[in-house]
């Protein structure tokens, strides 16, 4: 629900909740560890898919990368019931180069993440919590607010053995490097009012030398339009080409709506070399517009992370976000943000950066500053 007062500038609420969710995500999953030879996410996630609740040998590993770390317990036996309490609390400035009042932005995110193992090979998960922003808070600049609830995941997994794992239920579409980050960048393009936690039935099949997921979803029903229900299905898939410190991959989507119709095409790859790394996703998608006159578009996106962790418990990135699109959404856009994370504790983690947004002939040029602090619960 959103209660506004007013409006601030009309460019402010997009960056800033574009923000939020990349601050507030930033410490939730860590594919820079590939740079230590953990080439998928199944090691230490209690998901394939990564993210979310961590394993008991995930948790001694992150114990171990923190800077005030705790006597890791060599005996990890596997829990029937997993869960932790996550609060991740954000702030934002935004500054536009044309002279604009900045605005001022805060969030707070409350997270339950549960487990629970019902046999050997079967498990229930779910994520679920209350999301708070409030932008235009300067003396100078009115006020929005808003208040969600948000079940982002709701998954019952079979596993048969160890490498094959079938999920169905409510969650994030998979993709090739496991960060919220381009994901989130790249539907914002081509798919600003669909659902980012469809309902979806995947597998994940994985060894030390490949991985490869095929999936199909549905609506998530939290959509802001109706007419932007989709349908549809895909495929991701990498390799690991050099001593499980390097994977590269390729990524397919379809999907099919009341309104428009998508298909999309992407390349990914994934490098680590012991104290930095490289992450990108690239995208081409052709999206039409159904109706008497159907209007094509085509987006270009890409991502780039170099990422440096001169000691384990402190990650320093930059992060280059582009997007063309053709036809009647015409557009170039760039967004270049250098970060820094420091886990202090496996109870806290602070996200510092800034982000630079370029969108020639559209939008004035903006900055936005940025700190987030996570707490969580450790089991």
Same mark, same amino acid.
């Given at each position: ?26 410490? @939730? ?12 996410? =199944? ?13 008991? #040998? ?22 029937? *019931?997993? #869960? ?11 500054? @536009? ?10 969030? *707070? %995110?409350?997270?339950? %993440? ?92 994985? +060894? ?20 932007? %229900?989709? %349908? ?31 298909? @999309? ?19 081409? +998608? =052709? ?46 856009? #760039? ?27 559209? =939008?004035?040029?903006?900055?936005? #500053? ?10």
């Amino acid at each position: 629900m959103t209660s506004p007062q007013s409006k601030p500038h009309w460019f402010a609420i997009p960056l800033l909740l574009l923000a939020f969710v990349l601050v507030a995500s930033s410490s @939730s999953a860590l594919p820079t560890m590939i740079r230590l030879g953990y080439n998928n996410c =199944a090691a230490c996630h209690v998901s394939p898919q990564g993210g979310g609740l961590l394993t008991p #040998y995930g948790k001694g590993v992150d114990t171990a990368q923190s800077l005030f770390r705790e006597e890791v317990e060599t005996a990890q036996p596997q829990l029937r *019931l997993l #869960y932790d309490v996550r609060a991740v609390m954000g702030a934002t400035l935004l500054s @536009s180069q044309q002279g604009s009042n900045p605005v001022a932005g805060s969030s *707070l %995110r409350f997270m339950l %993440r549960n487990a629970v193992n019902m046999s050997s090979h079967t498990q229930f998960s779910y994520q679920a919590g209350l999301a708070a922003a409030m932008t235009g808070n300067t003396p100078t600049t009115q006020t929005t607010r808003s208040v969600d609830v948000l079940i982002s995941k709701a998954i019952f997994e079979y596993r048969p053995k160890e490498g094959l794992a079938l999920q169905i239920g409510r969650d994030t579409l998979p993709d090739g490097i496991g960060l919220p980050d381009p994901r989130v960048f790249m539907q914002k393009q081509h798919d600003p009012f669909g659902t980012n936690f469809p309902i979806q039935a995947k597998a994940f099949v994985w +060894t030390p030398k490949f991985e490869l997921t095929p999936y199909v979803y549905g609506p998530g029903f939290d959509e802001t339009r109706h007419a932007a %229900r989709q %349908r549809g299905g895909g495929v991701v898939g990498g390799v690991d080409v050099w001593k499980q410190r390097a994977v590269i991959g390729m990524t397919a989507r379809t999907a099919y709506s009341p309104s428009f119709d998508r298909k @999309s095409i992407g390349a990914y790859a994934r490098l680590g070399f012991h104290k930095w790394g490289i992450l990108e996703e690239h995208d081409v +998608t =052709a999206r039409v517009v159904n109706g008497p006159l159907p209007s094509p578009a085509d987006y270009v996106t890409g991502y780039t992370q170099l990422f440096v962790a001169p000691v384990e418990w402190f990650v320093t990135s930059l992060i280059v976000d582009d997007v063309v699109a053709s036809g009647s959404v015409g557009k170039h856009t #760039y967004r270049f943000a250098p970060t820094a994370a420091m886990r202090f504790s496996n109870n806290v983690t602070v996200v510092v950066g800034t982000r630079d947004d370029v969108i020639p002939g559209i =939008a004035p040029n903006s900055r936005t #500053y940025s700190v987030s602090v996570a707490l969580k619960s450790v089991q």
